[in-house]
């Protein structure tokens, strides 16, 4: 079964408006990890941000939030005042529990084009 | 900064090949994963490996296979390449727990 799930197969947005990305994971693991990673079309894989489950306060990362709803088992990503460089693939994964090896499960992706 | 290098950007193999992708990182990370990425579904993991000569299956891993002789490389290898496997392929190593470091990936084309 699909752990993550990326509704979003891609979007334009316009420059120097939010963006918010949706990604919905399913584990029952009280532990675990979401993550978000940027995919330019250079091809590498850049890491964005990083929500526990414990935590309390959504994280952050200058333009970068992640809304994190965990009794809706969602965490957006929330990228503000695009730009074209943020033109990219969005992927979301979710790594779960203590005893996992650090194995990131991942979405299917979101495509992003910020228009001028 | 960690740096994960992957040896090849671009492969093109004749079918029923002998392949072999390197990884190699350089910052002593336990963790090292092997992905392949296809248009809509994202990455599947196809192995990993938490120690020298220890490795795991991931999700799909018929049809190849993996050697970590030395913590810092990680070799993906592909028995006899099908058309099927043409992909791009990513290595990331992390330390236990924490979020990935990406190589830059190689696309394969087998023909």
């Known amino acids: 079964a699909q752990k993550i799930t990326q509704t979003q197969p891609g979007m334009f947005v316009q420059e120097k408006e939010a963006v918010t990305l949706d990604c919905t994971y399913d584990?029952?693991?009280?532990?675990?990890?979401l993550f978000w990673y940027k995919q330019p079309s250079s091809g590498e894989m850049i890491f964005l941000i990083y929500?526990?489950?414990?935590?309390?306060q959504n994280a952050t990362e200058g333009r970068y939030s992640l809304n994190f709803q965990k009794a809706r088992k969602s965490a957006n990503l929330v990228i503000s005042a695009s730009q074209l460089g943020d033109s990219a693939m969005y992927f979301c994964?979710?790594?779960?529990?203590?005893?996992?090896?650090?194995?990131?499960?991942f979405g299917a992706g979101t495509q992003v084009v910020v228009t001028p | 900064d960690v740096k994960v290098t992957q040896s090849s950007r671009y492969l093109v193999k004749r079918t029923g090949e002998k392949v072999f992708l390197e990884c190699v990182q350089d910052?002593?990370?336990?963790?090292m994963f092997w992905y392949r990425q296809d248009p809509g579904l994202g990455l599947r993991l196809i192995y990993f490996?938490?120690?020298?000569?220890?490795?795991e299956k991931g999700d799909i891993p018929e049809g190849y296979s993996v050697s970590r002789e030395k913590k810092e490389r990680f070799s993906l290898i592909l028995e006899s390449a099908s058309t099927n496997q043409t992909s791009m392929y990513l290595c990331?190593?992390?330390?236990?727990?924490?979020?990935?470091?990406f190589g830059s990936g190689t696309r394969l084309t087998v023909v």
């Open positions: 910052m002593d990370h336990e963790n």
């Open positions: 490996s938490y120690d020298v000569k220890m490795k």
């Open positions: 584990t029952s693991d009280p532990s675990y990890g």
């Open positions: 929500q526990g489950s414990y935590d309390q």
């Open positions: 994964a979710m790594r779960e529990g203590i005893d996992s090896w650090g194995k990131l499960q």
């Open positions: 990331a190593s992390s330390p236990r727990q924490y979020g990935y470091t």
